[in-house]
DNA sequence: CTAGCGATGAGACTGATTCTCAGGCTAGTT
DNA sequence: AACTAGCCTGAGAATCAGTCTCATCGCTAG
């Protein structure tokens, strides 16, 4: 058999090795804990939580390593770096077809994601109108998620 | 003469200054400064502009205090935080007549402002949509700016 | 199998923000 | 005006996320 992997990869690991190898990156043990641990997420995962879950499930990795390896992703376009306003950035991997935005609970940090597509109309069409070259955006909304009410 | 106030402060400050006084807090030479500058701005800045503007314009203040003030404001609701991805915060005076997002450079960190009507109403819709209780949101398009390109 | 060079990670370093706590000053009180 | 409780300030230490350095590891072409 050819693969012997953990657990059956989805596609967007898979559109990532194939970005990454294009992109002339050799395989590398860290690089590819990396990969299979975002892979399995919905939703974006603070560097630390990286650290910990790769600790505790994959291979441990280093920290330099996972902020690293998360720069060349987000510069590829297959992982989104999002602030949510916690002091700490936050990174998911990019599944177009999954594109949304995210409910910060200001009390729990709870984070909520949500999509809606006029929303994404209104941005588009700012996009368009803007003496600007937009290549992505962000949108957070901020208040108390249902349990901290 | 009753003020003697370097300039006129606008409807801002006032209301900043009621809000602090029914809040219960007692003037100070620090936030008197900070608010002063602030109400001079119609866009965000970093703590760290706001701390050497203060040196060179109005009166020197503490690091501790710019922070400790800003957060107190934005717990007021006069000043919203802004994270525009640049590792560092933004802070500027809420004028809900001048609501407005950013457009971010992130080639050379240039901040516009802009404001659209048909993205603020999705974004009310939505929070009424949601088993959340929205109170605030921030939107950020990333990109190019015109010089950039 | 081996050389060449990219990949990795321990730990030092940076920069922003927060904390501590010893005075300074405001706002009532007498 | 003088007095005082307690909020207001700010220098400097402490934190913390994130970045850099560089010795070492391990792919992979040949
Ligand atoms: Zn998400
Ligand atoms: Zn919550
Ligand atoms: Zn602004
Ligand atoms: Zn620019």
Redesign the interface.
């Known amino acids: 058999m050819a693969k012997t992997k953990k657990k059956k990869e989805s596609e967007w690991a898979t559109a990532t090795n194939e970005r990454l190898s294009e992109a002339g990156f050799r395989r590398g043990g860290a690089r590819a804990a990396v990969v299979s641990l975002l892979d399995e997420q919905s939703c974006a995962l603070s560097a630390y939580e990286i650290e910990d879950l790769l600790a505790q499930r994959e291979r441990a990795v280093g920290r330099a390593s996972i902020y690293r390896i998360l720069e060349e992703l987000d510069e590829l376009g297959v992982v989104a ?1 999002v ?1 949510l ?1 916690q002091g700490q ?1 936050r990174y998911e991997p990019v599944r177009p077809d999954h594109h949304h935005h995210h ?1 910060v ?2 009390k729990c940090g709870a984070v ?1 994601a ?1 999509d ?1 597509a ?2 994404e ?3 588009h ?3 368009k109108r ?17 349990d901290c ?1």
Do not use: M, N, Y
């Open positions: 770096k602030e306003g950035a409910l609970c200001d909520i949500f809606d006029p929303l109309r209104a941005v069409s700012i996009s803007v003496d600007f070259a937009v290549e992505g955006h962000e949108i957070v909304l901020h208040g108390l998620c249902a009410r």
